[in-house]
T-cell receptor
Framework: NAGVTQTPKFQVLKTGQSMTLQCAQD?????MSWYRQDPGMGLRLIHYSVGAGITDQGEVPNGYNVSRSTTEDFPLRLLSAAPSQTSVYFC????????????FGDGTRLSIL | GDSVTQMEGPVTLSEEAFLTINCTYT??????LFWYVQYPGEGLQLLLK?????DKGSNKGFEATYRKETTSFHLEKGSVQVSDSAVYFC???????????FGGGTRVLVKP
């Protein structure tokens, strides 16, 4: 059971470059989300989706785009990378009921030079 | 809006010591509460949860009780091991929706 799979695990970009962080889950979960983790700040929600075709902004959405064309995939796009986006990014998914826990991927460590 | 406050670390302990990590929250309605653990180089794993007042979540020797009167969800373990060294996150999910709100995380280091 793969759970939540994130690729790549590590990436270094130059300022202004674009890239897509991939996230896939095989649990048929309706809810998926992206967080960034910065020292001393816990995890902050970037974008989330409650099902295919539906996305919404979280706490820190600026500089990021998402789409949800299938239940399984929820890619995160950086259109023009900035040094402030250096962080560790986590994707998570959960079932539809409110008390279901979220399952996290192993993270993508992204550095913007 | 919803918020979670947990004690800052790092917390350094000797093996077999008692561990407490304080967590308090602010939320409307009746949130679900969670503790997640992050081992070095890994993602977050659910440690335990509680979905209503007075519920006690437990797992791997860790316990936390949902205290609505004090809006708290403190994590405790009676005898820690070196393998418990990790970062621990308290989180809540509001009554509506699936969004999680996290505390800042507490790094725990257990020395032999």
């Amino acid at each position: 059971n793969a759970g939540v799979t994130q690729t790549p695990k590590f990436q270094v970009l130059k300022t202004g470059q674009s890239m897509t962080l991939q996230c896939a889950q095989d649990m048929n979960h309706e809810y998926m989300s992206w967080y960034r983790q910065d020292p001393g700040m816990g995890l902050r929600l970037i974008h989330y989706s409650v099902g295919a075709g539906i996305t919404d902004q979280g706490e820190v959405p600026n500089g990021y785009n998402v789409s949800r064309s299938t239940t399984e995939d929820f890619p995160l796009r950086l259109l023009s990378a900035a040094p402030s986006q250096t962080s560790v990014y986590f994707c998570a998914s959960s079932g539809g009921r409110n008390n279901q826990p979220q399952h996290f991927g192993d993270g993508t460590r992204l550095s913007i030079l | 809006g919803d918020s979670v406050t947990q004690m800052e670390g790092p917390v350094t302990l000797s093996e077999e010591a008692f561990l407490t990590i304080n967590c308090t929250y602010t939320a409307t309605g009746y949130p679900s509460l969670f503790w997640y653990v992050q081992y070095p180089g890994e993602g977050l794993q659910l440690l335990l949860k509680a979905t209503k007042a007075d519920d006690k979540g437990s797992n791997k020797g860790f316990e936390a009780t949902y205290r609505k009167e004090t809006t708290s969800f403190h994590l405790e373990k009676g005898s820690v091991q070196v393998s418990d060294s990790a970062v621990y996150f308290c989180a809540l999910r509001g009554a509506a929706g699936n969004k999680l709100t996290f505390g800042g995380g507490t790094r725990v280091l257990v020395k032999p």
